[in-house]
């Protein structure tokens, strides 16, 4: 039972554009949500994250928008760079220091 | 500030033989999870350690076996390897009562 749903699957974007990525959730017993970012060949890098508190969160050019009664979150970059190309995951954690649930991914290309 | 640390980097085996992956935390840090994330997917919640103990453990056979040392370090085994345990395994640590969970660069191991 997938339990944290990821889209779109890739995203090609241009430069200085913008990129979403969704993701929905199911179980209510989450409370945290982190987006994590991982370049080939190396381990995801957290980016940022959101609790259900707070309907949106920002840091830079990257904004959680959260949304607690459709149980969806979804990862806004602004001014979308190459060096952004990635593949972006979504996850979900019930209680504290708790075991992540990851989305299935979402390959974002930044073209120049 | 020392990140997290894996090794070794690549590993390749055959199947039916047993494979031992190790891991050190970030500094400050005393929960280690690890994490199974075969090609295409996201990662996969493996289990977690917390204070030498087993904290929780997710969907994966009594052969996946782990260790956490005093220093907090930890040890992933997986005996009797089978073709599907190809994979990149991947070591998060954290502090108990937070979320964040950072992860190492993981481990590509091949099982033949």
């Known amino acids: 039972q997938q339990q944290v749903k990821q889209s779109p699957q890739s995203l090609i974007v241009q430069k200085g554009g913008i990129s979403i990525i969704n993701c929905a959730y199911e179980n209510t017993a989450f409370d945290y949500f982190p987006w994590y970012q991982q370049f080939p060949g190396k381990g995801p890098a957290l980016l940022i994250a959101i609790r259900p508190d707070v309907s949106e969160k920002k840091e830079g050019r990257f904004t959680i928008s959260f949304n607690k009664s459709a149980k969806q979150f979804s990862l806004h970059i602004m001014d979308s760079q190459p060096g952004d190309s990635a593949t972006y995951f979504c996850a979900a954690s019930p209680g504290q220091g708790g075991k992540l649930i990851f989305g299935q991914g979402t390959e974002l290309s930044v073209k120049p | 500030e020392t990140g997290v640390t894996q090794s070794p980097t690549h590993l390749i085996k055959t199947r039916g033989q047993q494979v031992t992956l190790r891991c050190s935390s970030q500094?400050?840090?005393?929960?280690v999870s690890w994490y199974q994330q075969a090609l295409g997917q996201g990662p996969q919640f493996i289990f977690q350690y917390y204070r030498e103990e087993e904290n929780g453990r997710g969907n994966f056979p009594p052969r996946f076996s782990g260790l956490q040392f005093p220093n907090y370090s930890s040890e992933l085994n997986v005996n009797a390897l089978e073709l599907d345990d190809s994979a990149l395994y991947l070591c998060a640590s954290s502090l108990v009562t937070y979320n964040e969970q950072f992860f190492g660069p993981g481990t590509r191991l091949t099982v033949l």
């Open positions: 500094s400050g840090h005393n929960t």
